[in-house]
Nanobody, 125 residues
Framework: VQLQASGGGLVQAGGSLRLSCVSSGLSFSRSTLGWFRQAPEKEREAVAVIRGNGGATYYAPSVKGRFAISRDNAKNTVYLQMDILRPEDTVVYYC???????????????????WGQGTQVTVSS
């Protein structure tokens, strides 16, 4: 299984970016997919998660209303639309894929089986 993330970059505060993650070797439509982020010396945290086969979603409180996760099963791709970006959103973002968690576990990494490489997002003030 491979997950290839792209779309990071430098943007001014208040701006937007869209991250993409293309997968291969995965039963994509049935997989839970997510975006995590990790700041230096901090734990990796779930940002947005979408389950397969119905697509229940989870958002971290800090991004709710600003970020949106979506999936295109025909393209084996998961997206993270990030709007109204803030300097504190500056970190490395990782895409993830895995099993079908219960709702209460969606905000954890317990369901993750595969990680993509990180993509840096930098928001200038």
């Amino acid at each position: 299984v491979q997950l290839q993330a792209s779309g990071g970059g430098l943007v001014q505060a208040g701006g937007s970016l869209r991250l993409s993650c293309v997968s291969s070797g995965l039963s994509f439509s049935r997989s839970t997919l997510g975006w995590f982020r990790q700041a230096p010396e901090k734990e990796r945290e779930a940002v947005a998660v979408i389950r397969g086969n119905g697509g229940a979603t989870y958002y971290a409180p800090s991004v709710k209303g600003r970020f949106a996760i979506s999936r295109d099963n025909a393209k084996n791709t998961v997206y993270l639309q990030m709007d109204i970006l803030r300097p504190e959103d500056t970190v490395v973002y990782y895409c993830a894929a895995g099993s079908h968690p219960i709702i209460s576990m969606m905000g954890t990494n317990a369901w993750v089986r595969y990680w993509g490489q990180g993509t840096q997002v930098t928001v200038s003030s």
